[in-house]
């Protein structure tokens, strides 16, 4: 135990740059804001980052947003799903028939 050599780092020599998990969230909260940016929100998410938790898991904060920034995210969901569909639908056939190609 104490004298076994030590494979990895210590709590006190840990930094969030050695995670993969800092390095997806980030990825991930960089894309997002750039949508954002494009739809014209990047003011409404002003609490949006990248973070850690405890364990070296990857979270995106979205933070508090008013009730119309919800409401026009949802639009814009709703928006991309329903293109999302009928575009994969005419590209690669309905979900059904994806499956059972595979």
């Known amino acids: 135990m104490r004298d076994e050599p ?5 709590a006190a020599q840990w ?8 390095y997806a969230a980030r990825n991930a909260t960089t894309a997002l804001r750039d949508v954002l940016t494009v739809a014209g929100m990047e003011k409404d998410f002003p609490y949006l980052r990248a973070d ?8 995106i904060e979205l933070g508090r947003v008013s009730p119309a920034t919800a409401e026009r995210l949802a639009e814009l969901l709703r928006l991309a799903l329903t293109c999302g569909t009928d ?16």
């Open 6 to 10: 030590r494979d990895h780092q210590d």
């Open 15 to 22: 930094s969030p740059l050695d995670s993969d998990g800092w």
């Open 52 to 59: 850690l938790n405890a364990f070296g898991h990857g979270l």
């Open 87 to 102: 575009n994969s639908s005419e590209r690669h056939g309905t979900p059904e028939q994806r499956t059972r190609e595979d």
